[in-house]
């Protein structure tokens, strides 16, 4: 898998360069010293890689069960857990690389500062990523073409950023829709990453969210795991 | 006749609302070149992907060397080639086989040995997306070598490969039996049928004849093998 993106430098630049490029137009748009720009900067570090990460993952491994290599591993000697770690692990790599890229650019050129310690920044955002990727590897199940499986994007993303309090803060919504926000993943990563930000990480919300993250990976990778059927139809 | 290495019995598949299988029972002989002949659509592809062990079946059992097909156990020791050529394209033909060979636990030596056998030693660094159709299906049939099994699945192995090329892999199934490996081979080209010791003629889900080529010609008293087709589908009408 890796192996296979060293073989794509635009994905590579996709991946790595795009989440910057975003970063920059983020600081540009409300401007280098704006308290928005200082509280959103942070989260955003994470929500980028979640992005790419869930996208990249759920084409690759519908390909993966679409060219029939999925078919060939499924008859070779091999654990499902061993498939979903090893695209886990893979993702993870190319995550660390993404995440300290953008994390150093954001905390030194762009001037975001952030009170909590840095490497738990970088930390939190491979998290995102892997926490994407895990998603992203168990709606591949429900898509049978490329088409459906970028339209899974906005299906199961959008939603989770829109009530992750980014727009808006999780205490002043509908009473109802912060109800939802408890149920999503993203909710907690986000809350974990601005608290890191406003240097709360001593909180005790801080560690629920970071238990509620590594909660979700291993239910993501297990449900993905439960996708990947031996015998099809 | 040696000990069977697949058996199966009364296997009914339904794809959809299709039913690709209605209930088909044969036998495949151990060390043989058994040749799963059969026009598109007679069900050749789901009974491999049934013995294999990734098909869903709805009745009837399949056993393949003294196991229940899809046990843990047969992992290793099938080798399966399936249609459509399923490497990864976007890796070097070299880097396809050490990932096979590393999953099977296979030695890394064995990469070099199936690139032989497959004739395909110049190909090495190559990248699997620039190959031709037929260039693929070769890495994919070397893919399942590498682990040397005792039983060979190769779901229509030699679409698309010049004449020479196909009978050296001919001659390579054949080196294969010399070591006690069984091959079941799909074709829908009856000049290879010639190659094979069994043959077992498929259409519609059901099977026509199970027996070798000169049987099957002394039976029908027909000589090419087209024609021996035709008449044994004569004959059920």
């Not at chain 1, 499902?80 to 995550?95: E, Q, T």
């Not at chain 2, 099977?104 to 660094?125: C, K, N």
Request: charged share 20%.
């Amino acid at each position: 898998m890796v192996s296979q993106l060293r073989r794509d430098p635009r994905t590579i630049a996709l991946i790595v360069g795009v989440p910057c490029v975003l970063m920059v137009l983020l600081q540009q748009l409300f401007g280098r010293h704006s308290p928005v720009f200082q509280e959103v900067g942070t989260p955003m570090l994470g929500l980028f890689p979640f992005i790419t990460m869930f996208l990249v993952t759920s084409v690759t491994m519908l390909r993966e069960r679409t060219s029939g290599t999925l078919e060939r591993l499924m008859t070779m000697p091999l654990h499902k857990i061993d498939i979903v770690a090893g695209y886990g692990i893979a993702f993870a790599l190319v995550a660390v690389v993404q995440a300290t890229v953008v994390s150093l650019l954001a905390l030194g050129l762009l001037g975001l500062s952030v009170a909590g310690p840095n490497w738990l920044v970088v930390v939190l955002a491979v998290a995102n990523a892997v926490l994407g990727s895990t998603l992203g590897l168990f709606v591949s199940a429900f898509a049978e073409t490329e088409f459906q499986a970028v339209q899974f994007m906005p299906a199961v993303v959008l939603p989770q950023i829109l009530l992750c309090g980014l727009f808006v803060a999780r205490d002043q919504m509908a009473t109802w829709l912060r109800a939802i926000s408890y149920a999503l993943p993203l909710t907690y990563a986000y809350d974990a990453l601005a608290r890191t930000g406003a240097d709360e990480i001593n909180d005790v919300w801080f560690a629920i969210d970071c238990l509620v993250v590594t909660g979700s990976i291993v239910l993501a990778i297990a449900l993905g795991a439960a996708t990947l059927r031996r015998r099809t139809a | 006749m040696r000990a069977a290495a697949i058996t199966v019995a009364d296997l009914r598949v339904v794809r959809g609302d299709a039913v690709v299988l209605p209930g088909l029972s044969c036998e495949v002989e151990t060390g043989s070149v058994t040749g799963l002949l059969g026009p598109s659509g007679s069900g050749k592809s789901t009974l491999l992907r049934a013995i294999v062990g990734v098909q869903k079946i709805v009745s009837g059992s399949v056993d393949v060397l003294g196991h229940p097909a899809g046990s843990a156990d047969l992992r290793s020791r099938i080798g399966y080639m399936t249609q459509a050529p399923s490497v990864y394209g976007d890796l070097t033909v070299g880097e396809n086989l050490v990932f096979f060979a590393r999953v099977l636990d296979a030695p890394l030596t064995a990469v070099d040995r199936v690139l032989g056998e497959v004739s395909m030693e110049d190909f090495r660094r190559r990248l699997v997306n620039r190959l031709s159709g037929g260039q693929r299906a070769r890495v994919s049939l070397a893919a399942a070598l590498l682990a040397e099994p005792d039983l060979l699945v190769l779901d229509e192995p030699t679409v698309g490969l010049d004449p020479v090329l196909r009978r050296d892999l001919w001659e390579l199934f054949h080196h294969l039996t010399e070591h006690g490996t069984t091959l079941l081979v799909s074709s829908h080209v009856m000049d290879e049928a010639d190659r094979c010791h069994a043959l077992l003629l498929l259409r519609e889900g059901t099977l026509l004849a199970h027996a070798s080529p000169a049987e099957l010609r002394r039976r029908t008293g027909k000589d090419n093998l087209e024609d021996v087709f035709l008449r044994l589908i004569e004959e059920r009408v």
